[in-house]
């Protein structure tokens, strides 16, 4: 748990954030106009250490990137859940096989008939 803190401590969405319009060439003024909201509020998320996950959002679909995929990738999570599907569909598979040797062991011992 401590180390999660620590990572979180170290992530900075804004930073990320003023990056991305660095590489895009995107004013606060510019952001703030494909957002809707007054420039000033820009300059408060860009300096803000957190940000509301709707707001995160509507910047991410303003800049046309996936903030939320980079956060994932610093904080090390990758798709968890798709690696435990993943693992019980080997899992299905391993007793299917185990079910079609017992089918053939009870029809060679004479069930089943």
Not at 82 to 108: A, C, F, H, P, Y
Request: hydrophobic share 40%; net charge negative.
């Amino acid at each position: 748990m401590k180390k999660l803190m620590q990572i979180q401590s170290d992530l900075k969405v804004n930073e990320l954030i003023k990056e991305e319009m660095k590489k895009q060439a995107v004013s606060s003024v510019e952001l703030a106009e494909r957002l809707h909201i007054a420039p000033s509020s820009v300059y408060n998320i860009l300096e803000s250490d957190s940000i509301q996950v709707a707001r995160l959002e509507t910047i991410s679909k303003a800049l046309k990137i996936n903030f939320f995929r980079i956060v994932a990738e610093q904080i090390n999570i990758h798709e968890p859940a798709n690696e435990k599907i993943e693992s019980l569909e080997e899992q299905v598979r391993d007793q299917r096989k185990e079910n079609e040797i017992l089918k053939e062991v009870i029809t060679l011992l004479g069930g089943n008939k």
